[in-house]
């Protein structure tokens, strides 16, 4: 008999692997997958969200399904005793999870004693089935979320009571980036607490090519304070103040208006806001519950990372953190976890700059600088980037494998490097690397462009360039680089892109090309109809699967959703999709 039961599940579950493989596989052969990387830090982020988007939708739950012959480890088979081959407890009672232990004696007593912000809603069905989800598929997430909120959680804590509002409100921080200061959104928030930067410099958060300070724990911590006591100033309810903090103020305010209410619950019922912002307050506040009752959801077990500290020490702008790495005997690695504000490997140039350094730190800090700063001159060459110009280029320059001047100056693999960042390059070894050959960029020209007075150079765009960049950049007016080179003004340069642009003198401080270094090509020549040809871009018709999103979609071709929408005029005035519905796509080549 035990045998015999043995095999009926072996079977069993044999059989539901082969079928759940022929159906992946039956589901992949459409397109191929695309892979591509989410932004730094923000995986999390987008992988709670996609699951959060299938778990609330409605179950349908089965008798059946209360064996959890899918979870053993949550119920049925928790008792599989190997050494003696019996299964003891096959049909045990299942556990109770997520908004069930509301059921269970005594512990809704208990949540009523621990609320998140005052509020004790806990059997409002949003919130309820927040906590499912933070018991079931979202519950590794947030372990990790708590793990991670150790770091900051005493500074965050200090600030709140000092300011006099509610600790609680640190659980914002943990939905908006799960305490990850670099996490940056596709909306391009930034940091532990999730500022565009439109509200970060109301804010008063520096950003620019050196300091982002959204992603400084500190002053984001101050800014966010200073937002969300603005916020509930304006609304006189949490829970309103919350959903102004992700769907914004105005919105908020004219769903007030809207629905003649003051109330979010009433108003989240009736279907007010936006859907993410509905269900970013019971987000919040299932997570804080859960939180702050971790022994009966099972998270006990969690914990959290070492607090924040460091020594603060007032340092020169304009200075290589290697210098500073090596004084205080650390590397350049650590440097920039404790200021992850810089977003090159030096401190900006100008006023002296706070740099915090290992606790502790400060007297070797002290003994140490002046003797590593002198020597470090010796030893390499101080060169600073032009505008346009990257870390390989720099590398072809000095004939120095880019790895080294990366390792040399603690830059990460694929980190850009700001113009005007000063890079240690090493005086020995030059020479020894021999990078790619640089390919001739082609330009197409108009054959009578010629600007009277003015000599002609070309500029390769880079990622991130913008009009207004490349104007500052090169010293021309933004309206002559748009006729001189026939582009849309609303539309983004591309990447590889080769701008003419017409000016008195080469620029000593950008990096610009001469004709011998371009294939200009003439419109309507032989050579321009040959790459005419050649040009063709690839269409693909993609078919709409279930749960996909206009996100999805873009990311897995490598295109934006602003390709999306202007390839397919249907989607312009709305992002809902339909099962089988078919888009346009021209997938960017590898």
Excluded at 155 to 163: F, P, Y
Excluded at 187 to 198: E, K, L, M, S
Excluded at 407 to 434: D, F, M, Q
Excluded at 546 to 558: H, M, Q
Aim: with cysteine.
């Amino acid at each position: 008999m035990k045998s015999c039961v043995v095999a009926i599940l072996g079977f069993f579950f044999v059989s539901f692997a082969t079928f759940s493989v022929a159906a992946q596989d039956e589901e992949e052969t459409d397109e191929e997958v695309i892979e591509e990387v989410a932004p730094e830090d923000f995986e999390d982020i987008r992988a709670l969200q996609e699951l959060e988007s299938e778990a609330l939708k409605p179950k349908v739950y089965t008798e059946s399904a209360s064996l959890e012959l899918f979870a053993p480890s949550a119920g049925a088979l928790h008792r599989i005793q190997s050494d003696h081959g019996l299964v003891p407890e096959l049909t045990t009672r299942r556990v109770p999870r997520g908004a069930e232990l509301l059921g269970v004696p005594g512990v809704a007593e208990r949540f009523s004693h621990s609320p998140v912000l005052g509020l004790t809603k806990h059997q409002d069905p949003s919130i309820k089935a927040y906590l499912d989800f933070f018991d079931g598929r979202g519950k590794p997430i947030l372990a990790r979320w708590i793990s991670r909120m150790g770091r900051y959680q005493p500074m965050i804590l200090a600030k709140l009571r000092a300011a006099g509002l509610p600790e609680d409100l640190i659980f914002v921080a943990m939905i908006e980036s799960g305490f990850s200061p670099r996490a940056t959104s596709p909306a391009a928030a930034v940091g532990v607490w999730q500022f565009i930067p439109t509200t970060g410099s109301e804010m008063g958060l520096r950003i620019d090519r050196w300091v982002d300070e959204r992603r400084d724990p500190e002053k984001a911590t101050d800014a966010a304070i200073a937002y969300l006591t603005r916020l509930y100033e304006r609304f006189g309810s949490w829970p309103l103040a919350l959903a102004a903090y992700n769907g914004g103020p105005g919105l908020v305010g004219n769903t007030v208006k809207k629905y003649n209410s003051n109330d979010y619950w009433h108003i989240q019922r009736s279907g007010g806001m936006y859907d993410e912002t509905r269900r970013y307050v019971p987000k919040v506040l299932a997570a804080g519950l859960v939180t702050k009752n971790a022994d009966i959801f099972g998270l006990s077990h969690v914990t959290m990372v070492e607090p924040w500290e460091f020594d603060t020490v007032k340092v020169p702008g304009g200075t290589r953190l290697s210098i500073f790495a090596d004084a205080s005997g650390t590397d350049v690695k650590t440097l920039r976890e404790l200021n992850p504000e810089l977003l090159a490997a030096q401190t900006p140039p100008g006023a002296e700059y706070n740099l915090r350094i290992p606790k502790g730190s400060t007297p070797k800090f002290v003994e140490n600088y002046d003797k590593i700063k002198v020597r470090g001159d010796v030893e390499h060459e101080i060169y600073t980037t032009l505008f346009g110009e990257t870390l390989d280029d720099v590398a072809q320059k000095f004939a120095v494998a880019p790895r080294v001047i990366r390792a040399l100056n603690g830059l990460a693999s694929r980190e850009r490097v700001p113009y005007g960042t000063e890079l240690l390059i090493p005086k020995e070894g030059r020479g020894s690397w021999r990078g790619k050959r640089s390919r001739t960029p082609t330009l197409i020209v108009p054959k009578a462009m010629k600007v009277s007075g003015l000599e002609r150079f070309y500029y390769e765009v880079n990622a991130g360039d913008t009009l207004a960049a490349i104007s500052a950049g090169l010293g021309v007016r933004e309206s002559d680089i748009l006729v001189w080179n026939f582009l849309d003004p609303a539309a983004k340069l591309q990447p590889g892109m080769v701008l003419q642009v017409f000016v008195k003198t080469r620029p000593e401080l950008a990096r610009v090309m001469s004709d011998e270094d371009v294939k200009a090509v003439v419109e309507g020549s032989t050579e321009h109809k040959k790459l005419t040809r050649r040009a063709k871009p690839r269409v693909f018709r993609h078919r709409v699967k279930r749960g996909e999103s206009l996100w999805t979609i873009a990311r897995k071709y490598k295109v934006t959703v602003n390709d999306l929408k202007k390839w397919n005029r249907s989607l312009r005035r709305s992002n809902l999709l339909q099962p089988g519905q078919r888009i346009i796509v021209y997938p960017r080549r590898r």
